[in-house]
């Protein structure tokens, strides 16, 4: 039976503040209220945009709640627009996991796959500490 690996719910009420807080920036924007001065104005365009680019950057991480399945012998990667990722242990030349943003990096031969935010993944670490070599966290 496969375990999975679960996006950490607490980022999705962040996630709809910030989605409304930029619907409130971009009607702001729009009826051009009056500012005090010149200042305040450019302000509010680069929050703006930092906040549209902050959203964009933790929606890439929020549309998978369930990003990993696991069991013994294999990891499951899974992808909504595409064919699953299916790595075995021995594909896998180093792990790390980041406590800042709550970071896996899975890396490969080919290829190096990042996920943030997850949770339930003390048993995948005790399993990858037994089967990869080069284990970072």
């Known amino acids: 039976m496969k375990k999975k690996v679960y996006t950490n719910p607490a980022i999705y009420p962040v996630f709809i503040v910030g989605i409304v807080a930029a619907i ?4 702001r924007i729009i009826t051009k209220e009056d500012y005090i001065n010149l200042a ?6 680069v929050m703006t945009v930092a906040l549209t680019f902050s959203l964009y950057w933790i929606g890439r991480n929020v ?8 069991n013994h012998n294999e ?3 899974i992808r909504y627009f595409g064919k699953n990722v299916v790595l075995n242990y021995r594909e896998i030349i180093k792990v790390e996991y980041y406590n800042r943003y709550m970071g ?4 490969t031969n080919d290829k190096k ?9 003390k048993e995948l670490k005790d399993i990858l500490k037994k089967k990869v070599k080069d284990v970072n966290y």
């Open 24 to 27: 409130i920036m971009f009607v």
């Open 40 to 45: 305040q104005e450019i302000a509010t365009y």
């Open 63 to 70: 549309i998978k709640p369930i990003p990993i399945m696991y």
């Open 75 to 77: 990891i499951t990667i």
């Open 104 to 107: 896996l990096m899975i890396k």
């Open 113 to 121: 796959y990042k996920f943030n935010f997850v949770v339930k993944t």
